[in-house]
């Protein structure tokens, strides 16, 4: 089988495609061809180094996948050749709070990842996808898709009619765009782009805020919101924005901590926390019940996640460059 390898720090020109033996089958494993990976902005830090991988070892890349079971281990029993599978961000952590052994082993980081055309699994590893989705939407899911639920409405604890901040449309913000308007949330989404905002209210946002023509855009949010704040931010950007997030977020909201698009660290005054009552709250992904809860979501709600482009499997260099661009809105797949 064909498989990509990539030494950690190499950056994207490290992306190696070789030929390799496919992996053997244990008694309760499963044997997945995929059929397309989905990238994260995590993909992109290991790549450049930035984030912690397995002992520098040359890892087969990517997280999320989806395909087709096309082999069952003798000992079996959750699935059968031809259901359409995807794979799970930590394939230990079933439900409950993250510890270190349910997080341990994370594909394509910890562990060899699913930008391969087979993947062999435990069965108790793997997720359905919903019916209508195609391999390319059923990819998103596993990162993208199950962070943005934990952050809305497991560490957010958002019900209808509550309001939520959304940084920039990339492939977390976008998905929980969607995620919010079929839940009967207030979105407001930030971009520099007035043509992504115009597609992010197209998706359902509330209010939309240029960052670029509005730079103190925390102001805005409390205007939209009558002095409130929102009751949640999904917070990708990191070390340029966290302060004006958590100015954003009005007296017992959350900033979720999801990612750090331009850098990590920066000063924060505790008395933001303090005196408005808000919370921090660091999101690692999430678990599988998350991951199916989300799939109801997505079910009842018949909802498409937005692609923004797909890419040949021999061009996967090519899809790594065009996230590294912050031209998509919302996910860039390979296909495979």
């Not at 449309?169 to 998905?175: K, L, R």
Request: charged share 20%; glycine share 14%.
């Amino acid at each position: 089988m064909q498989v990509y390898r990539l030494q950690p720090g190499s950056d994207i020109a490290g992306l190696q495609l070789r030929d390799e033996a496919a992996p053997s089958l244990a008694p309760h494993q499963v044997r997945v061809r995929v059929r397309a990976v989905s990238l994260n902005f995590r993909d992109l830090m290991v790549a450049r180094g930035t984030y912690l991988a397995s002992g520098g070892q040359a890892l087969i890349p990517g997280s999320d996948a989806a395909g087709e079971v096309v082999e069952i281990g003798a000992a079996v029993t959750r699935w059968r050749v031809g259901d359409r599978v995807a794979s799970t961000f930590f394939p230990y952590w079933q439900d409950g709070a993250p510890t270190a052994a349910r997080t341990r082993a994370a594909p394509g980081a910890g562990a060899d990842g699913v930008l391969a055309e087979q993947i062999v699994w435990g069965e108790d590893q793997l997720v359905g996808v919903p019916a209508h989705l195609d391999w390319h939407e059923a990819a998103t899911l596993t990162c993208a898709g199950v962070t943005a639920w934990n952050a809305l409405f497991v560490e957010g604890r958002l019900k209808p009619g509550a309001s939520v901040l959304l940084l920039g449309t990339g492939g977390v913000s976008i998905w929980g765009l969607q995620l919010a308007h079929a839940a009967g949330l207030r979105a407001i989404v930030t971009s520099s782009s007035d043509a992504k905002l115009e597609r992010a209210r197209q998706l359902g946002a509330s209010a939309t805020i240029n960052y670029r023509a509005t730079p103190e855009w925390q102001e805005e949010v409390l205007r939209l919101t009558d002095g409130a704040g929102v009751d949640a931010v999904l917070e990708v950007g990191g070390q340029g924005t966290l302060k004006r997030s958590v100015a954003s977020t009005g007296m017992g909201g959350t900033v979720a901590i999801i990612g750090g698009v331009s850098g990590f660290g920066g000063e924060l005054e505790p008395f933001a926390l303090i005196g408005g009552a808000r919370r921090l709250s660091g999101i690692f992904v999430g678990s599988h019940a998350m991951h199916h809860d989300l799939n109801r979501l997505v079910t009842q709600a018949a909802i498409r996640p937005v692609i923004d482009r797909v890419f040949a499997f021999d061009q996967a260099r090519d899809a790594y460059e065009h996230l590294a661009s912050g031209a998509h809105f919302g996910k860039v797949v390979i296909g495979v």
